[in-house]
């Protein structure tokens, strides 16, 4: 498993379908389609809704999406960040709600471990 804070979110797309691109400590591009996510998912929990792109926990601030590579956990983590980055301003509860409200928004879910 990959662990990637949320501030090493480099972009969001949403062409033919919706995902993001995150960048990891060694400075690797990994890209996160939630259809693919989706996929993999239902394939690892038969009872899945199809439409679920993976786990997230509230209490610790964390989203874990399961592609077809390997799993890749997403942290936000409690500290300032610069407002130039739109997305990623205000606090670590703000920017976990508004990831899950975009996730949602692309007609996706996510498993609450919480």
């Not at 996160?32 to 997230?56: D, F, P, Q, T, W």
């Not at 874990?64 to 130039?84: D, M, N």
Request: aromatic share 18%.
């Amino acid at each position: 498993m990959i662990t990637i804070k949320d501030t090493e979110i480099c972009t969001f797309f949403a062409y033919n379908t919706a995902g993001f691109v995150v960048c990891d400590q060694e400075k690797n591009y990994h890209s996160i389609s939630l259809e693919a996510c989706a996929n993999h998912y239902l394939k690892m929990r038969e009872n899945a809704s199809g439409r679920c792109v993976g786990e997230r926990n509230i209490l610790s601030h964390a989203f874990v999406f399961y592609s077809e590579e390997k799993a890749i956990k997403l942290i936000f983590e409690k500290r300032f960040v610069f407002p130039g980055k739109r997305f990623l301003w205000g606090t670590r509860s703000m920017r976990f709600h508004r990831f899950q409200k975009w996730i949602f928004g692309h007609g996706y879910t996510t498993y609450d471990l919480s």
